[in-house]
T-cell receptor, first 112, second 112 residues
């Protein structure tokens, strides 16, 4: 089975901190994605990547950046964390465009 | 643009009741369709999928049939269990964008 691993289940950070959320997949998937999930707003796509060193903005990229230096790792960066970035963050990967995604277990980030 | 509409929840059923969660979609091209399940505190898991019209996806007693004429992919289960309590997401993916488009999710509560 494909495994997508997010480095932390729970994180608490202070306003203004730079925050790194790490995601690693072990099945050589081309595509990787970052979503955030909030009550009443569903899943919203932040950034995605179809290949190493490639990145594309999703629906809500403001306040975030990403890095994909290696195929298996896709990092989400909050440049200066704010309280409105408190959320559940979900990483996913996929082998190709008509396949489903495999999700990690999520990181619940609280910014205080 | 592409979109997915799910019936609003929560859906509350007694154990062994029949389940239907409605899902309709709008898409250009020929989407692949998916149902994901999210248990409390977890990431999303792929439940089943269908990649072309009239395909039936099935898993763990759940079924859904890809109906192109009605642009629907309703999720059904003949006899639900308390352990099926979760949030269910319908989703589509097309080669046009390559992104997975999610519905808002439907919460299912099964009472003993």
């Amino acid at each position: 089975d494909v495994k997508v691993t997010q480095s932390s289940r729970y994180l608490v950070k202070r306003t203004g901190e730079k925050v790194f959320l790490e995601c690693v997949q072990d099945m050589d998937h081309e595509n990787m994605f970052w979503y955030r999930q909030d009550p009443g707003l569903g899943l919203r796509l932040i950034y995605f990547s179809y290949d190493v060193k490639m990145k594309e903005k999703g629906d809500i990229p403001e306040g975030y950046s990403v890095s994909r230096e290696k195929k298996e790792r896709f990092s989400l960066i909050l440049e200066s964390a704010s309280t409105n970035q408190t959320s559940m963050y979900l990483c996913a990967s996929s082998p190709g465009q008509l396949y489903g995604y495999t999700f990690g277990s999520g990181t619940r980030l609280t910014v205080v | 643009g592409d979109s997915v509409t799910q019936m609003e929840g929560p859906v509350t059923l007694s154990e062994e009741a029949f389940l239907t969660i409605n899902c309709t979609y709008t898409a250009t091209g020929y989407p692949s369709l998916f149902w994901y399940v999210q248990y409390p505190g977890e990431g999303l898991q792929l439940l089943l999928k269908a990649t072309k019209a009239d395909d039936k996806g099935s898993n763990k007693g759940f079924e859904a049939t890809y109906r192109k004429e009605t642009t629907s992919f309703h999720l059904e289960k003949g006899s639900v269990q308390v352990s099926d309590s979760a949030v269910y997401f319908c989703a589509l993916r097309t080669s046009n964008t390559g992104k997975l488009i999610f519905g808002q999710g439907t919460t299912l509560q099964v009472k003993p």
